[in-house]
């Protein structure tokens, strides 16, 4: 079976082909990337040997693009995601994120109902998965967890335009009957994660001897995934969800920011006074949980790796592999013109 991929370039979508081509050695895999600052070829040097991994530069929004991949390869399934997913460039300019996360979604939302209602109608196995985000229901109060069924509540740009794109999928879904699948992961880490996020920041400012930012004073809690169970996890609902629902994916590991960063400078033997407090970040969400009840049940997926064990791992994956970030935190540095090396 041939799959395609957008966005494989980028942190999940390249941990998540190499996932698929390992763990399903008979399909092959089309890999459709712009290649914009976030996406790293690098990411994916060990498989530009491997007959069943396909790549082509291109854009999502590219419609001329998108049917040559449907008549070349014939895909049968379609797991999208390509994205701007940084909320602090969201904040500083939105347009790029509405083109690629709404219209680019809707671009490949219309070319893939024409494919499948032209070819593929009868084929019950054909499925479109978006990748979308816990930040589309916006701040969680101290208790509880977002359901797949709490009201989006976006508060940034990044997440108003992956709400967006989310509810133009659940809508194909309704009108044409598309066969759609939607995950809502909570915040993933681990290797091949661009170094503008917060752990890998963290992590290479320390291994550099510097300084590492934290927003206001560390109290936004967030749920984090090692990035190998979200592969597995949008694995088995592409295998097992039921067709036009959406589903969570947390990792049942809350932490304030401040206990995170902690955890990275101990491990990193160093002490408090590296960190730098700066100010917040404007719409800043306080915390964000997932309910993984629905997973569970109809899929029967849980996350396998805990926190200090994915923690440990990615530390030791960035200190091993300093040829491929390094050049990534001197980019970084010359747009923001240093801003981080500053805080």
């Not at 530069?57 to 049968?76: A, N, T, V």
């Not at 995170?260 to 917040?280: M, N, Q």
Request: charged share 25%; net charge negative.
């Amino acid at each position: 079976m041939n799959i395609l991929i957008t966005g494989g370039l980028g942190f999940i979508g390249s941990n998540f082909t190499r996932y698929y081509l390992t763990t399903h050695p008979s399909d092959e895999l089309v890999n459709l990337d712009k290649l914009t600052y976030s996406a790293n070829p690098e990411n994916l040097r060990d498989l530009s040997a491997d007959p069943r991994y396909h790549f082509i530069q291109g854009d999502i929004l590219d419609e001329s693009i998108l049917m040559k991949i449907c008549r070349d390869y014939s895909p049968r399934a379609v797991l999208h995601f390509a994205a701007e997913s940084h909320v602090d460039r969201s904040i500083k300019g939105s347009k790029a994120f509405i083109q690629t996360n709404i219209l680019g979604t809707h671009t490949l939302l219309e070319i893939f109902k024409q494919y499948w209602q032209g070819a593929l109608t009868e084929d019950s196995s054909f499925r479109f998965l978006y990748v979308s985000t816990d930040e589309v229901y916006g701040s969680l109060g101290p208790e509880g967890f977002f359901t797949e069924d709490t009201p989006f509540h976006p508060n940034s740009p990044y997440s108003a335009s992956k709400a967006g794109a989310d509810l133009l999928v659940q809508a194909y879904f309704e009108t044409y009957a598309l066969p759609t699948l939607i995950v809502r992961p909570s915040n993933n880490y681990g290797p091949y994660q661009f170094p503008e996020k917060f752990i890998p920041l963290m992590i290479t400012n320390l291994l550099e001897d510097r300084p590492v930012p934290l927003y206001g004073q560390g109290v936004n809690v967030r749920d984090w995934l090692f990035v190998e169970d979200a592969c597995r996890a949008i694995d088995q609902v592409i295998q097992k969800g039921r067709i036009g629902e959406a589903y969570n994916i947390g990792g049942e590991s809350e932490r304030p920011n401040i206990e995170v960063a902690r955890d990275v400078l101990s491990a990193l033997l160093k002490g408090e006074e590296y960190l730098r407090f700066v100010t917040d970040r404007p719409g800043h969400d306080l915390r964000y949980a997932l309910s993984n009840r629905k997973i569970k049940q109809e899929i029967g997926w849980q996350p396998g790796v805990e926190f200090p064990e994915g923690l440990s791992r990615t530390i030791t994956w960035y200190q091993e592999n300093t040829w491929w970030w390094k050049s990534l935190k001197k980019r970084l540095e010359q747009e923001s013109k240093g801003f981080w090396s500053k805080t």
